[in-house]
């Protein structure tokens, strides 16, 4: 093999590899590509996560909001109930004392 049919081998073989890889290439190309309407789809379904997103921490916000309130419900009426059954211990107690003091004064 001269020096011409070296050269010329060695071109060949190079062309066949740059045909292959553009191929390749372009096959590749051509199987990942991404249509307008897929863009257009991913991009309405980032909106839709983005606003269901922000629903969501509305909707945290606001039971969060709710749940104080009705700890504070819960505080006051337990507060109340605490109350009302100190005076009825105390009505009781009082009425006990006049049905002694009766029941004294009947039997004297």
Do not use: K, P
Not at 30 to 36: A, D, E, K, M, P
Not at 57 to 63: C, G, R, V
Not at 70 to 97: D, I, K
Request: proline content about 0%.
């Amino acid at each position: 093999m001269n020096r011409i049919e070296f050269i010329v081998a060695t071109a060949i073989i190079l062309f066949v590899a740059f045909c292959l890889g553009w191929f390749a290439h372009w096959m590749l190309h051509r199987f990942t590509r991404v249509s307008q309407a897929d863009v257009n789809e991913l991009e309405r379904m980032s909106q839709e996560l983005h606003e269901a997103e922000e629903t969501r921490d509305q909707a945290i916000t606001y039971l969060q909001q709710r749940e104080a309130e009705l700890t504070n419900q819960l505080a006051q009426t337990e507060a109340e109930l605490s109350a009302a059954m100190e005076g009825l211990r105390e009505a009781r107690q009082e009425a006990e004392e006049m049905r002694a003091y009766a029941e004294r004064m009947s039997s004297t």
